[in-house]
């Protein structure tokens, strides 16, 4: 899950627009040859396009991991404020004889 998340960061930035290193390797670039510059640049959007989906379906998958916790939590306190509730009747029997 570490690892989801980390990827969810970087590619957020890239989609951002912070692209660290990518921009002083477009600046190089621009240096070699424009059939190389094209297929370099064809690549990184490519690239680019790939994060995007991958963030998109890893954003996809958080949220679902966010609403089954969220379901389960809330199971859990009805289970726990049940077992409280039979706690006080097996404590106080004469309780519930009235």
């Known amino acids: 899950m570490f690892d ?19 921009v002083s390797n477009s600046a190089i670039v621009q240096q070699h040859n424009g059939q ?3 297929q370099q640049g064809i690549g990184n959007v490519d690239q680019l396009i790939e994060l995007q989906k991958r963030t998109k379906s890893l954003e996809v ?3 679902d991991m966010q ?8 199971r859990f306190a009805e ?4 077992r409280e509730e039979l ?3 097996v404590r106080n029997p004469r309780s519930t004889q009235r």
């Not at 970087?10 to 627009?17: A, H, K, P, V, Y």
């Open 79 to 82: 289970v726990e404020a049940q």
């Open 36 to 38: 190389d510059a094209v």
């Open 67 to 74: 609403d089954h916790y969220s379901s389960m939590s809330l």
């Open 4 to 22: 989801h998340v980390r990827l969810l960061i970087l590619c957020r930035n890239l989609t951002r627009g912070w692209v660290g290193g990518w």
């Open 87 to 89: 706690v006080m009747v």
């Open 61 to 63: 998958e958080l949220r």
